[in-house]
């Protein structure tokens, strides 16, 4: 191997920096030090990842029979003046109190970026079966509530050095909420890409904002956005599904991306349809599609003999013991029983929810399983995408 060649450092050189020092720190003002707030980085710093954001529901938006869009707007009451920018494509976790039970959930932020400036971030939720905070802020939410949530968080946004120019992004369901933020950012000139949606429904009565999305399309010749429809046949609207046909149909020459959000079922569908176009992996993003259930489904998955397990939990020193059913994941089963355990994404990539397993086996599911090879190996785990196999120790620890 050749030797560095380390002759042009001169050793007496670092005698000097000693005495440089020790004059440069007499020379220095007495006056103390600014607070770290004083400074413009830790200014900007703290409005765009501020730890915790108080709004109030401002307006309420029937969107369908099932879907509602809520409107917030900074409580100032509570000491939020403005609320934190966002990239298109982001979600808020919005902090709920049902019964006994606290938890989080997120929703992707459906507004343009440039409406948080003005201080308004919309949301949009659909009911689903067995849903239980969905549901719950449905039945229950009204004008004039007020709530906690984060900051926005997630990755599922637009970044000219890594995605193509053109962007195709498939849509199912709810998961249309972030393209429409996206449209949104592309037609104020916050995003520099083109947005072709393909947005899968069953009918036309599911289709959801086709109005805003119709006007965003003809003021702006950088989105277009085409219903697919699965069950029914309409003027104006492909039939069938997102398949790589539909996507070559509408793809531009050269590189694009594929950005997918919608039901899970949706992404193995349309994960076999983008494997045929020969796509290179960095293109191809995937929204989260929220709590992971069912681990049955996966291959290798082993179901413990008994449906129940104790799950002991140690918070600051305290222990307390809790039952839990086996299929449900380990922060569902603690919040049951009132304990709170960080979380926002609730799908194992944010990682807020990080607790130390100490003792007994667990299952996590490859396609969530966001630990690092450092969390491995000091047996950390994310709960909300891990399931008791057996009875279990583990070690949570509560925000500050
Ligand atoms: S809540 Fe995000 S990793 Fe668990």
């Not at 070559?248 to 991306?257: I, T, V």
């Not at 489904?297 to 600051?316: F, L, Q, S, W």
Request: net charge negative; aromatic share 8%.
């Amino acid at each position: 191997m050749k030797k560095p060649n380390i002759s042009s450092l001169n050793p007496i050189e670092f005698t000097k920096v000693q005495p440089l020092r020790t004059e440069t720190i007499d020379k220095a003002p007495a006056t103390p030090i600014p607070p770290l707030e004083s400074y413009r980085a830790n200014a900007i710093a703290k409005a765009l990842h501020p730890k915790r954001q108080f709004v109030v529901i401002s307006k309420i938006d029937e969107i369908s029979s099932d879907v509602k869009t809520f409107t917030l707007v900074p409580n100032e009451k509570k000491g939020t003046t403005a609320l934190a920018y966002f990239s298109a494509g982001q979600y808020i976790s919005v902090s709920l109190t049902i019964g006994q039970i606290t938890l989080n959930r997120p929703y992707s932020l459906s507004s343009s970026p440039k409406a948080a400036l003005g201080g308004e971030y919309k949301i949009t939720v659909k009911r689903v079966k067995d849903g239980l905070a969905t549901n719950y802020i449905l039945d229950n939410f009204k004008v004039g509530d007020e709530l906690e949530i984060s900051a926005p968080l997630g990755h599922f946004c637009y970044e000219p050095l890594r995605d193509a120019a053109t962007v195709i992004g498939l849509a199912g369901g709810s998961g249309i909420t972030p393209f429409l933020s996206l449209a949104h950012a592309i037609a104020d000139g916050d995003e520099d890409a083109n947005l072709v949606l393909l947005y899968g429904s069953r009918t036309q009565k599911d289709v959801l904002f086709k109005n805003e999305f119709d006007e965003i399309a003809k003021s702006c010749d950088k989105v277009k956005v085409v219903y697919v429809l699965s069950d029914e046949s309409a003027e104006g609207c492909e039939s069938g599904f997102l398949t790589a046909e539909l996507i070559k149909k509408y793809a531009p020459e050269g590189d694009y991306s594929v950005f997918m959000c919608g039901p899970q079922a949706m992404y193995v569908f349309a994960d076999k349809e983008i494997a045929k176009l020969g796509i290179r992996q960095k293109f191809v993003r995937h929204e989260l599609f929220g709590e992971y259930h069912n681990p049955e489904k996966e291959a290798d998955y082993v179901a413990p003999e008994a449906p129940t397990c104790k799950i002991t939990v140690n918070v600051r020193g305290e222990k307390q013991v809790v039952e839990a059913s086996v299929e449900d994941t380990v922060l569902s089963s603690l919040e049951k029983h009132g304990i709170r355990v960080p979380a926002h994404c609730r799908s194992g990539e944010c990682g807020w929810c990080h607790s130390r397993l100490v003792s007994g086996k667990v299952y996590v599911p490859k396609s969530v399983d966001g630990r690092r090879l450092a969390d491995l190996d000091y047996g950390y785990v994310h709960p909300c995408c891990t399931f008791p196999l057996s009875d279990i120790e583990i070690v949570v620890y509560p925000e500050a």
